[in-house]
């Protein structure tokens, strides 16, 4: 699993993008404390124009109060538990 280390200030907004292929029924699934974020926004940004070409998952989460929180994204099929990719992101509020 990949880790990224973010310091944002109270009220950015936090992006996060990743290669994704949703035509394979893969998607990314962000689990993180609603305490310190909310997500603003999900959408999919094709890179393809080919049928089955790939893109990217963006991610928009507003950051709510200080401290120290992480954003763990799961890389599945909804209908399988087998995740074949982890991203966890750790965020510093200041």
């Known amino acids: 699993m990949?880790?990224?280390i973010l310091k944002v200030k109270f009220g950015d907004?936090?992006?996060?993008?990743?290669?994704?292929?949703p035509?394979?029924?893969?998607?990314?699934?962000?689990d993180f404390d609603t305490?310190?974020?909310?997500?603003?926004?999900?959408y999919y940004?094709?890179?393809s124009s080919k049928l089955g070409g790939g893109g990217k998952e963006q991610f928009s989460f507003l950051s709510l109060k200080h401290?120290?929180?992480t954003i763990t994204m799961q890389y599945k099929r909804s209908w399988e538990k087998k995740v074949i990719k982890k991203e966890k992101f750790v965020i510093e509020i200041i």
Do not use: C, H, M
Not at 23 to 30: F, P, V
């Open 2 to 4: 990949n880790q990224k």
């Open 13 to 21: 907004v936090i992006e996060v993008s990743l290669d994704s292929n």
């Open 23 to 30: 035509s394979t029924g893969y998607r990314w699934d962000a």
């Open 35 to 42: 305490d310190f974020l909310k997500l603003k926004e999900k």
């Open 45 to 47: 940004i094709p890179l």
């Open 67 to 69: 401290g120290k929180t």
